[in-house]
């Protein structure tokens, strides 16, 4: 959003991106931290490398005891090399996917400019007054809007809209995030 551009909020809570007010931006480096990560987001990764590690070295170790004697009686076999093939594919793929999954950060919404503002008028003056957000529920942007669904007083970002029940953004149970 463009210097000076601000959203104005009117009795329904519903933002007329059109609006402008002279109103100096709360910086993002001034916002309260993020809620601290449970310690599941730091256990529980454990658990999920472990089955893969466990689960890939079994099924290699199985396919290779597999494939072993008919190696030894009738040297390279193309369906024992097509098997190793497959199952070390397998535990790459596996691997590829929990890096992925461990470190791309999928689903998580950061703090930047785009996610922070506007921010609402009754959160920015909480914020103002230096006063706590912790009984104040989430604030609701415009009907129909493709960007900003719910105001998050935690984490104090525009979540987007979740207009299915397979995408409803919330708080992850694990990281608190």
Request: proline share 7%.
């Amino acid at each position: 959003m463009p210097e000076g551009d601000v959203v104005r909020w009117v009795a329904a809570d519903v933002c007329d991106e059109d609006a402008r007010v002279d109103v100096e931006r709360i910086p993002l480096g001034d916002l309260p931290p993020l809620p601290r990560r449970a310690r599941g987001y730091w256990t529980q990764p454990l658990g999920g490398v472990t089955i893969v590690v466990l689960l890939s070295s079994l099924f290699v170790g199985m396919v290779h005891a597999m494939v072993a004697p008919a190696r030894e009686r009738h040297g390279s076999s193309i369906c024992a090399t097509i098997a190793l093939i497959l199952v070390w594919s397998e535990a790459a793929i596996a691997t590829i996917s929990m890096m992925v999954i461990l470190f791309g950060g999928v689903g998580v919404i950061r703090r930047s400019e785009k996610t922070c503002y506007p921010i609402p008028p009754q959160v920015e003056e909480r914020l103002r007054n230096r006063r706590s957000l912790e009984d104040m529920i989430n604030v609701s942007g415009a009907q129909g809007s493709q960007s900003w669904g719910s105001y998050c007083v935690r984490c104090l970002v525009w979540r987007p809209p979740g207009n299915t029940l397979m995408y409803m953004p919330h708080h992850c149970s694990v990281c608190s995030r």
